[in-house]
């Protein structure tokens, strides 16, 4: 596996052979970023990897300074996983001058949910992927489905920008417990992992709740009681959501609750010092 650290050097090992798959990352891997180079390689192109903790996604207070770094470790899984090649940049060579030109993603869907909790966030995001996919120029781009918003507007981006690039979603890979994998998952005390599930059991919980919900007052009050649910088990929530998969608004009418294979639940909450975030489709 080559491992590349220069743009100079990137450009160098992609100006000759097939267009490769990206699989973008911040680092300290794990199963969940394995599956990922995995759904790449089905693609039959070279895959190329990115770690890069990207600091324009992180917010005053956040974690960008205690983020794992963990090159050493991930450019061995990679290799593991038959990654073809690594792009590990430092700051300074993805941002050679101050990023003043910044993506600013459409806030009907960036500024709900973690948009609203994280200000910023998203523009950052998005600034740093479509920097990447015009280094790389890849034919297709894998992301992980764990961050749904992310993914809904990296797809919105793509196709609003005409870039020649697929963006493929993977769903969330979860433990044996089903909490699903994170980098973040790190941060967590043994008595805190041991409780983490409960969020997607909470998920689950709003998910069989919401069709049998009368009208959408009724929706609202289950959002509210499986909040206070977590509260009531240690946890401080940010959200828990049912929204439409199609642009990640509420629903607008009561019997959009009752269509099958239309709606998705998510949830933000923070245990002890670390904030999880999860999902589920329904």
Not at 126 to 132: G, S
Not at 199 to 207: G, H, I, N, T
Not at 228 to 252: F, H, K, M, T
Request: glycine share 6%.
């Amino acid at each position: 596996m080559q491992i590349l650290h220069s743009r100079a050097s990137l450009r160098e090992a992609l100006s000759s052979g097939p267009r490769p798959v990206l699989v973008p990352t911040m680092g300290n891997l794990h199963a969940g970023h394995l599956a990922l180079v995995a759904r790449a390689r089905e693609l039959g192109a070279p895959v190329i990897a990115s770690v890069f903790v990207n600091r324009l996604q992180f917010g005053p207070g956040e974690d960008f300074e205690r983020y794992p770094r963990t090159l050493p470790r991930d450019a061995h899984m990679l290799e593991q996983a038959g990654c073809d090649m690594l792009f590990a940049p430092d700051e300074s060579e993805m941002y050679p001058a101050p990023q003043t030109f910044h993506v600013l993603p459409d806030p009907r869907l960036a500024g709900e949910l973690e948009g609203a909790s994280r200000p910023g966030h998203f523009e950052g995001v998005t600034t740093v992927v479509l920097k990447l996919l015009q280094l790389v120029q890849p034919s297709a781009a894998v992301f992980g489905k764990k961050d749904y918003q992310q993914w809904m507007l990296i797809r919105a981006m793509v196709e609003q920008f005409a870039l020649p690039v697929r963006i493929e979603g993977l769903d969330t890979v979860r433990d044996s417990d089903g909490l699903a994998l994170s980098s973040r998952n790190g941060y967590l005390s043994p008595a805190e992992r041991a409780s983490a599930p409960q969020l997607q059991r909470a998920l689950r919980e709003l998910a069989s709740r919401a069709p049998a919900c009368a009208d959408l007052e009724q929706l609202r009050q289950a959002q509210a009681q499986a909040e206070q649910g977590l509260r009531e088990l240690g946890w401080e929530p940010d959200y828990l959501s049912v929204r439409r998969r199609a642009d990640l608004q509420a629903p607008a009418r009561p019997e959009e609750l009752r269509r099958e294979a239309h709606l998705v639940v998510l949830g933000a909450a923070r245990l002890g010092r670390t904030r999880l975030i999860d999902n589920l489709e329904f």
